[in-house]
């Protein structure tokens, strides 16, 4: 069979299986490269490819010499530098082609400046050096949340009451940063929110409004559910939504998907803008099943893009997200490092209604502590609906050790939950 384009999916991580389904569903032959054995998205391609997405000249040799029209990544920041890269050798689309938003897309003093300049409301900064002096240690008024410029998922973040603990969580965040910027800034209490939006041809329209939860006796960075809330919509349409668009814009964001969390602060009741994301959000990890609330699927959208396919906003149905249909997202981390040694429960979870599992990993994989393991999104009618899932899946969704414990970080507050979800 000849194919008319060929894409290369750039490692196996989060919504690269999705991406290479959809794909396959366009008739389009899929080459899945990085330098693990197997993996879900390897096994659904139709060709692997035993090179590092790192080593870029090899991948550009042998996307000539097979006749690949288009590639792609997931939701890796060490491989969107990749795509990048070869897509401006190859000539290839790409999304993210702006330098500016890149950057700022893994430098929040940068975002932020030009959040500032958009009239977008972010948390009050204090401007620290490695060793501060005391005249800008004067200046703080504590408690203050310190964190790499350069990190997503909260690593290397720190909250801080006192200028002990300050001067401790600037080094931790120094050690966790690539290039060894960090940003002091007013600890802001309240609730957390991920927000997402689609781009095509520079218009940019909001497509997802979630509300993020951590276990309360848990780490407050480790976000392990949300959904899609109704909770201070038109609150943050009001006060944020078209400022933060101008700001998208200015930063050159002309397609593909951008993001951002932001939280609404008990203290004013203001909402303030915290991070962005140029590549796909942990929340469209749903796509077919978002794309029943808006019309949007993020994977489809993204593999139209790479293979030249032209978008226009106009079938997102962004004003559908004040919708009843509870779409929730439960996100699982490991709590420690180690070798999976089995993985249970997962055939009963596939086989729920409406429910969607992206999980790379498979059993006989290492693993790091605190970091993402796996993703599962399902529709509801209801709350009730939505708690007895969330209970159904930690129930029977169990991964071990070598030495029998179980792996995961799981969300249990389901009273949480049924009380924002009645609001």
Not at 81 to 89: F, G, N, Q
Not at 336 to 353: R, T, V
């Amino acid at each position: 069979m000849v194919y008319k384009n060929k894409l290369l999916i750039l490692g196996g991580d989060f919504f690269t299986l999705q991406c290479a389904r959809e794909a396959k569903k366009m008739g389009v032959y899929v080459i899945t490269s990085d330098l693990m054995n197997w993996s879900p998205t390897k096994e659904a391609s139709d060709e692997q490819w035993m090179v590092s997405t790192r080593n870029i000249d090899e991948l550009c040799e042998k996307c000539i010499e097979n006749g690949v029209t288009a590639t792609i990544c997931g939701a890796s920041d060490t491989n969107l530098d990749c795509l990048r890269e070869l897509c401006k050798r190859l000539n290839f689309p790409l999304y993210c082609s702006s330098d500016m938003a890149w950057q700022a897309s893994r430098d929040k003093s940068l975002f932020k400046k030009i959040c500032l300049k958009n009239n977008v409301s972010v948390p009050q900064p204090y401007y620290v050096s490695k060793t501060p002096t005391e005249e800008e240690l004067s200046q703080i008024m504590f408690p203050v949340v310190v964190k790499p410029v350069d990190n997503s998922g909260n690593r290397g973040m720190s909250y801080c009451n006192n200028k002990e603990e300050l001067l401790s969580a600037i080094e931790y965040a120094i050690e966790k940063s690539q290039n060894g910027k960090f940003i002091v800034e007013r600890k802001l209490v309240g609730e957390d929110y991920h927000i997402n939006y689609a781009v095509a041809n520079g218009e940019i329209k909001l497509v997802s409004y979630a509300q993020l939860f951590h276990n309360s006796d848990g780490a407050a960075n480790i976000y392990s559910f949300e959904y899609n809330s109704q909770k201070y919509y038109q609150q943050y349409l009001d006060e944020i939504n078209d400022s933060l668009i101008s700001t998208f814009k200015e930063l050159g964001c002309s397609d593909g998907v951008v993001w951002a969390d932001v939280m609404r602060d008990t203290t004013d009741g203001k909402f303030y803008v915290l991070e962005m994301g140029y590549r796909f959000p942990s929340a469209l990890a749903s796509c077919h099943l978002l794309e029943s609330i808006t019309g949007f699927n993020a994977c489809k959208w993204m593999v139209e893009y790479a293979l030249g396919i032209p978008h226009t906003l106009n079938n997102i149905k962004s004003e559908n997200i004040n919708l009843e249909l509870k779409l929730g997202f439960i996100h699982f981390f490991t709590a420690k490092s180690g070798k999976i040694a089995k993985i249970e429960g997962l055939k009963k979870i596939k086989g729920l209604n409406e429910i969607y599992v992206d999980m790379p990993k498979r059993e006989g994989a290492e693993v790091i502590g605190m970091a993402p393991f796996a993703n599962m999104a399902f529709l509801c009618s209801d709350t009730e609906s939505m708690v007895e899932k969330l209970k159904y899946i930690n129930g029977n969704f169990k991964v071990f050790n070598e030495d029998g414990e179980d792996m995961l970080i799981r969300f249990t507050d389901y009273e949480r939950v049924e009380n924002n979800l009645k609001i």
